[in-house]
């Protein structure tokens, strides 16, 4: 028997990938670990092997045994609707927030995970910060990132994979202020306990790569000061913040989190796309009782909540997805939904409004030599409400930089000179084909990108049709209030300061190009659906409006006081709450993620104090 489980063994680790092994014989057994996660029973022997690797190795301790606990990934096709498979909690989206708030939950009760999408443990693209670009890139059915184009003609992505934009976005990692802690009105006391709880599983301090330094430098010596140092907390100056990419380049993300939770309790379902809430309609306020969902064959199945009053369905499908999910269970605009073809559950018609997106615009400094792949790592925090970023350099070769970077990398944005009614993705494609033709110059340098904190333009999110898979219509009116264009200027003016400072001097090519001529390379370059006039970027403002883009920050839809109350629970009906993006009225921080894994824990922790008291959580 010994030696048969020693076959299954090797032959289980015959069938992993050579990323894994290589893994192994780096002995970084939490991210080998990862990928067994996927592996059947017979696994367990090359679990205790690895782990026994490590030991020898160096001790990883607690984080070890976080891993081991990581609960198992199963397709969507094998859940049972059998009664004793009903929940105390019904989870739809394993995302940002999704996963913290799914492993804090099954700790007590018992959780199920729906999730639309894959695993990120076994795609290179996602896992290594090198790839991060293709990751967005990608605009395969399975892809981690599914793209939409919002109305303005901006390209956008949202995340379709367990661990949510955590997987595809560029991994910077800061907290919220304490002033929108405060208008959250959340528990101070523990807000400060729960942004902990997240960054001792995923989140580390960055080697600061040159073009981040040069950063930092060239803001002090244009005036953003102080210099704060290293931190998670938002301070006006300038600072370092965290990463979720760890030193070897390794991205941790949200679905790390979910080996925190109890695997007793908590069931992780993948490819499990939900289409609709279920809701019991006989009393006098609708109660969601469970969800249809269909698994990756496309059969049909429906989770139920167990009948205790507490249980609940709740939505973490993001900005986009918790409006579109709403409306199309019934939950809406009365005409909207009766132009589809939608059974009313409940008129609301302020679901899908309000919806706002932080636009970035960005410029492009060449520079004498290719500088070191960064993603974002500095930051400053202007008074005026404007942050300042930076990204550089390529992880690919200079072959595969023609052809793959455009359409939605960070470092460039989002296409080009297309009328609205010709926009599409394949449009978008054809003009990244097109910029092979960019001199391989345009391709050596790094860009410092402005956006906007808590824009005041709004816009909508609508159906177009009731099929869950297609993306609803979304626009956020880009600088449609003058103010966000007048903090635009603000910012493309600041970066003028920053980039003509004695440390960016050193990096760039000499006096060579004027501001004039850098707006012209950063707005052909740019990727967007919006009509360009590269002739006329000495107005700052046409430049703002010509190469806006986003970087994904988007919000709104589901807001506190319109769709859901201070509880995040859904008005009007009953065991239905919403707890994501959707119901911030602005975006937390530089970077929405921290605060949305937080938010997660909080949540998780505050609907168990209510039910179990005051230790619950701990």
Known sequence: MPFLKSVVALKCFEALSTEVASTVMARNLEVALRFV??????????????????????????????????????????????????????????????CP???????NYSVLLLERGGSPYRNGNITHMQNFHIGLVDTSPGSPSQSFISTDGVINARARVLGGGTCINAGFYSRASPSFVKAAGWDEELVNESYPWVERRIVSWPDVAPWQAALRDGLLEAGFSPFNGYTYDHIYGTKIGGTIFDKDGFRHTAADLLAAGNPENLRVLLHATVQKIVFDTKGRRPKAAGVQFKDENGKQHRALLKNARHGEVILSSGAIGSPQLLLLSGIGPKKHLKRLDIRLVLHNPHVGRGMSDNPLNSIFMPTKKPVRQSLIQTVGITKKGVFIEASSGFGQSSDSIRCHHGIMS????????????????????????????????????GFIIEKIDGPLSRGRLSLHDTDVDNNPSVTFNYFSHPYDLKRCVYGIRSIEEIVRTKRFARLTVDDAYTMRMLLNMSVQANVNLIPKHTNDTASVEQFCR????????????????????????VLGVSRLRVVDGSTFDRSPGTNPQATVMMMGRYMGVKILRKRLGRAAGA
Do not use: N
Request: hydrophobic content about 35%.
């Open 37 to 98: 996660i996927m592996v059947p029973k017979e696994g367990e022997l090359l679990v205790k092997i690895l782990m026994f690797l490590s030991i020898l190795g160096s001790s990883q301790g607690r984080r070890d045994a976080i891993a081991v606990r990581h609960p198992r990934l199963r397709e969507a096709s094998s859940f049972s609707s059998t009664p004793a498979a009903e929940y105390d909690y019904i989870i739809v989206g394993g995302g940002t927030a999704g």
């Open 101 to 107: 708030l799914a492993a804090t939950l099954s700790q």
């Open 410 to 445: 960070a470092e460039i944005g989002q296409l080009s000179t297309i009328p609205p009614k010709q926009r599409s993705l394949e449009a978008a494609k054809r003009y990244a084909r097109d910029k092979q033709k960019l001199p391989r110059e345009a391709f050596q340098g």
């Open 546 to 569: 010509d190469s806006v883009t986003t970087i994904w920050h988007y919000h709104g839809g589901c807001h506190v006081g319109r769709v859901v109350d201070g509880e995040h629970r």
